[in-house]
């Protein structure tokens, strides 16, 4: 009798130790799958519409992917368009159009309910709404400038000139002029630069230059074919035709030799050259041009 209490005592052990073993990995598996939906880092936003050639680069990305269709975006994403390309992108209460020949970086939210991205060439609109519980300010920057606003329907470009075409040499893209149009009807935004700050009404528009202030806004129809041909980049029913004709083409990564620096670089750079000219370094093979900083 003693033997079979002893029996039937261990098989209840053995029983009881399963039960636990059990519910100890089920209580594993449940925090390991926590602690990873934390670690996630948060959409930002999200890609909903692609014409042509897009590119996304991605820190954890050996080389830029081609994106076909709707993508999560996180911080540090950068977004590159191609010739005859055009991309939506949706932000909490606004929505981003990024224009042909166009990158876009995001960056870690400043805070609650402010988004900062930087335009580092192209044209970007921006569309944005308020509703009567939350306000949202989308700030853009570009090349030393701050577009910011949370109501209205504006476009900022950063316009580039070229040089460096001979063979073997790298393209060098120099900024010629930043801008921000303001084509909505309602809704303002603040364009600013060099400690600078304008306020750009519906219907008028603020250029600067790089280490230059922005001017006064004007109207529009100061600029008129300028600032038609800079709106319909982003306007992708001005695209469809060229973009039916570029989705045919397979799409070519985006160039690696690029060095953009500005108009104030350029001149130090000169300056150098020309002081080493007279004064040459001892060991050439050791001397290196350097832009400006």
Not at 43 to 54: A, F, Y
Not at 214 to 222: K, L
């Amino acid at each position: 009798m003693r033997q079979y209490d002893l029996r039937l005592a261990l098989r209840t052990w053995r029983l009881c130790g399963l039960a636990i073993g059990l519910c100890g990995a089920c209580i594993a598996s449940a925090l390991n799958g926590c602690l990873i939906m934390e670690s996630r880092p948060q959409s930002i936003g999200e890609i909903t519409e692609v014409q042509g050639n897009i590119f996304l680069a991605r820190p954890e990305l050996m080389h830029p992917e081609a994106v076909r269709q709707s993508y999560p975006l996180y911080a540090y994403d950068v977004i590159e368009s191609q010739a005859g390309s055009s991309t939506h992108i949706l932000l909490p209460h606004a929505r981003l159009i990024l224009g042909p020949n166009s990158r876009l970086t995001f960056y870690k939210p400043a805070g609650e309910r402010h988004r900062i991205i930087a335009l580092e060439r192209g044209t970007l609109r921006l569309q944005a709404w308020v509703n009567s519980e939350e306000v949202w300010t989308v700030e853009i920057l570009a090349a030393g400038s701050s577009t910011a606003t949370y109501h209205g329907e504006i476009t900022v470009w950063v316009q580039e000139e070229f040089d460096g075409q001979e063979m073997g040499h790298p393209i060098v893209a120099t900024i010629r002029s930043i801008g921000v149009v303001n084509h909505g009807t309602q809704g303002e935004a603040t364009f600013e630069a060099m400690g600078k700050r304008v306020v750009v009404r519906p219907g008028y528009l603020s250029v600067t230059a790089p280490n230059h202030p922005p001017t006064p806004a004007v109207a529009m129809e100061v600029a008129k074919g300028f600032i038609t041909d800079i709106i319909h980049t982003t306007d992708l029913s001005q695209n469809n035709i060229q973009n039916n004709i570029t989705a045919m083409k397979p799409p070519s990564p985006p160039p690696v030799k690029r060095i953009t620096e500005t108009v104030a670089q350029r001149a130090c750079k000169k300056q150098k050259e020309q002081a080493r000219r007279i004064k040459p370094s001892v060991d050439k093979s050791k001397t290196r041009l350097t832009h400006c900083l």
